[in-house]
């Protein structure tokens, strides 16, 4: 038995490592109670808030938020859970559950360590001339400011579009860059900027994301 921990809490361990290795992002609440015919998700949280307070897990709020700590289980590839996100509901905290589709595992060295980061899925092909395809999903540093000729997320309405930002008088145009796309012209206290894309994953075979 590992030391510290019960059977159960060293079954539910294993369960997790088991899942990582297999799937590349961790078990969600119901899948562990499901696998150990658990049916409260409480009776679930009980042995994963004593794996955290021991020092083998940690949780995020997000859905699928499990981490592994402990240096003896800490798996050899060095990734994070990053949250892709789907539709924003303007107003609404930019990673609530209900904007969460999913977690995607990244190498830790592309979020440089940034508390927060997040994954926007590009549609469309607007921003072509810089590289980014359609179905690639762009890297989310969360920040709220920028400068002029930022690559950055901004939300409108309840979309999220990846643009240069330039910076007028009073408006804010988001430059494409494909010549098919003609700059888009706001007012400034209506372009929310939700963060800076600071890394870019494509998928050719469209299968992971």
Do not use: C, W
């Amino acid at each position: 038995m590992t030391k510290g921990l019960t059977h159960r809490q060293e079954s539910v361990l294993q369960f997790v490592l088991d899942y990582l290795h297999e799937n590349g992002y961790p078990p969600s609440i119901r899948e562990i109670g499901k696998n150990f015919n658990i049916d409260s998700l409480r009776g679930v949280t009980v042995h994963l808030d004593a794996l955290s307070r021991k020092g083998y897990i940690a949780r995020g709020k997000t859905p699928r938020s499990i981490q592994i700590i402990h240096p003896a289980y800490k798996p050899a590839n060095n990734v994070r859970m990053i949250p892709l996100l789907g539709t924003i509901a303007a107003g609404s905290p930019i990673l609530a559950d209900q904007n969460v589709e999913g977690l995607v595992p990244v190498p830790s060295e592309m979020v440089r360590n940034i508390a927060g980061s997040f994954l926007l899925r590009v549609r469309g092909d607007s921003m072509s001339g810089e590289g980014i395809l359609p179905r690639d999903l762009v890297i989310i540093k969360p920040q709220e400011t920028a400068r002029h000729g930022d690559l950055v997320a901004v939300l409108l309405g309840d979309e999220a579009t990846v643009k240069r930002i330039r910076f007028g008088p009073s408006d804010v145009k988001l430059m494409p860059s494909n010549p098919d796309y003609e700059p888009i012209s706001v007012k400034q206290e209506d372009a929310r900027i939700i963060g800076k894309v600071v890394g870019l994953m494509r998928d050719y075979e469209g299968m992971a994301f």
